[in-house]
C-alpha cells in the first residue's frame, strides 16, 4: 500500500564501512530522487534518474553511486562511509521530471560511528 | 544559483494564534510548492502555486504566490497543535530537469 518505500529506516555502521539504501515506488512513476536531509533540516538533491536515464547528479562525493534497475527501482550505494555522511536521506518520485508534486518516502537514518 | 530563502526558521506559539512564513528569492520560479514534514517521515505536499498573485486555501492554510513569482507565503489562522511540524517551501528550477531546490524550513510548534 506504501507509494514511496525505502530500506532500511535505520542505519547504524562504522566509518569506512559500504552500505546500500533501497528504494521502491509503487505509483507508476517514471523520475525518482535521492535527497539527503542534513542536521539542520535542509533538504538537498542528490541525483535523479528518469525512466533509468541518470538526469541529475549534483555535487555529490563519487563515493556515492546511485543505480536504477528499472524506473519502479533506484538505489543508493555508499563506499567508504565517512562521519560526515551521517544525515537522514529521502527517496521520492514524481510522475515525470517537469513540474510535478514529489512524493518522498519516510527517509532512511544513517549514523556513522 | 537559485536560492529559497525561508523565515522564521523557528516558531513556538499558543494555540489558537495566527502565524504566516515567508519564502522569498531573488530569482524567479515557474511553481511554488508548500511541504510539510513530520518527525520520521518524508516531506508531504500541501499545495503548489503556480501563477503571480495566486492565493490558495486548504482549511485553515493560505498560500500566497507573489505577483513577481519570486516569493510565497504561508499563513495559518487559529494554529492548533495538530500543525506543529516542519514546514519546507520548494520551488523547481528554470531548466527542466527535475530539479526541486528547497527553502531551509520553518519548525512550528504550536503549544495547546
Known amino acids: 500500500d506504501t507509494a514511496v518505500s525505502q530500506t532500511p529506516k535505520y542505519l547504524v555502521t562504522q566509518m569506512g564501512n559500504d552500505k546500500s539504501i533501497k528504494c521502491e515506488q509503487n505509483?507508476?512513476?517514471?523520475?525518482m530522487y535521492w535527497y539527503k536531509q542534513d542536521s539542520k533540516k535542509f533538504l538537498k538533491i542528490m541525483f535523479s534518474?528518469?525512466?533509468?536515464?541518470?538526469?541529475i547528479n549534483e555535487t555529490v562525493p563519487n563515493r556515492f553511486s546511485p543505480k536504477s534497475p528499472d524506473k519502479a527501482h533506484l538505489n543508493l550505494h555508499i563506499n567508504s562511509l565517512e562521519l560526515g555522511d551521517s544525515a537522514v536521506y529521502f527517496c521520492?518520485?514524481?510522475?515525470?521530471?517537469?513540474?510535478?508534486?514529489?512524493?518522498f518516502g519516510d527517509g532512511t537514518r544513517l549514523s556513522i560511528l | 544559483t537559485q536560492l529559497l530563502e525561508q523565515s522564521p526558521q523557528f516558531l513556538s506559539i499558543q494555540e489558537g494564534e495566527n502565524l504566516t512564513v515567508y519564502c522569498n528569492s531573488s530569482?524567479?520560479?515557474?511553481?511554488l510548492q508548500w511541504y510539510r514534514q513530520e518527525p520520521g517521515e518524508g516531506p508531504v505536499l500541501l499545495v503548489t502555486?503556480?501563477?503571480?498573485?495566486e492565493v490558495k486555501k486548504l482549511k485553515r492554510l493560505t498560500f500566497q504566490f507573489g505577483d513577481a513569482r519570486k516569493d510565497s507565503s504561508l499563513h495559518i489562522t487559529a494554529a492548533q497543535p495538530g500543525d506543529t511540524g516542519l514546514y519546507l517551501c520548494?520551488?523547481?528550477?528554470?531548466?527542466?530537469?527535475?530539479?526541486?531546490?528547497f527553502g531551509q524550513g520553518t519548525t512550528l510548534q504550536v503549544k495547546p
Open positions: 520548494a520551488g523547481y528550477s528554470r531548466s527542466n530537469t527535475g530539479k526541486l531546490i
Open positions: 521520492a518520485s514524481s510522475q515525470n521530471r517537469g513540474f510535478q508534486p514529489q512524493h
Open positions: 530569482s524567479v520560479f515557474s511553481s
Open positions: 505509483l507508476g512513476h517514471d523520475t
Open positions: 534518474y528518469n525512466n533509468k536515464e541518470l538526469i
Open positions: 502555486v503556480v501563477t503571480g498573485g
